[in-house]
Nanobody, 125 residues
Framework: VQLQASGGGLVQDGGSLRLSCAASGRTVSNYVMGWFRQAPGKEREFVAAISRSGGTTNYADSVKGRLTIFRNNAENTVFLHMNSLKPEDTAVYYC???????????????????WGQGTLVTVSS
């Protein structure tokens, strides 16, 4: 499966953005989908994950209540809606796909096999 992330940009502190991850090659309903981010000089970190059906989600504590992951399997797309953005949310955001259903409960990059190219989110103070 190939993944294409989009929707990043520059937003002010407290603003909102919606990221999209479009899949091609295989239907996205076959995969647990996740979002990760990597800030300059830092390691890539887990943000959110969603099960194949969309019935189970998992969030990093730092984004819980502000970011929402959801999916539209009919459109082969996964989204990350981001509210109340903070400067510390500034990073390149990556979407990823995992074949194992158990990946939704894991927060490691190693759980995911396929990765998109990333989209930059910059939150200004």
């Amino acid at each position: 499966v190939q993944l294409q992330a989009s929707g990043g940009g520059l937003v002010q502190d407290g603003g909102s953005l919606r990221l999209s991850c479009a899949a091609s090659g295989r239907t996205v309903s076959n995969y647990v989908m996740g979002w990760f981010r990597q800030a300059p000089g830092k390691e890539r970190e887990f943000v959110a994950a969603i099960s194949r059906s969309g019935g189970t989600t998992n969030y990093a504590d730092s984004v819980k209540g502000r970011l929402t992951i959801f999916r539209n399997n009919a459109e082969n797309t996964v989204f990350l809606h981001m509210n109340s953005l903070k400067p510390e949310d500034t990073a390149v955001y990556y979407c990823a796909a995992a074949e194992s259903p158990s990946a939704v409960a894991r927060r490691t990059t190693t759980a995911y096999k396929y990765w998109g190219q990333g989209t930059l989110v910059t939150v200004s103070s």
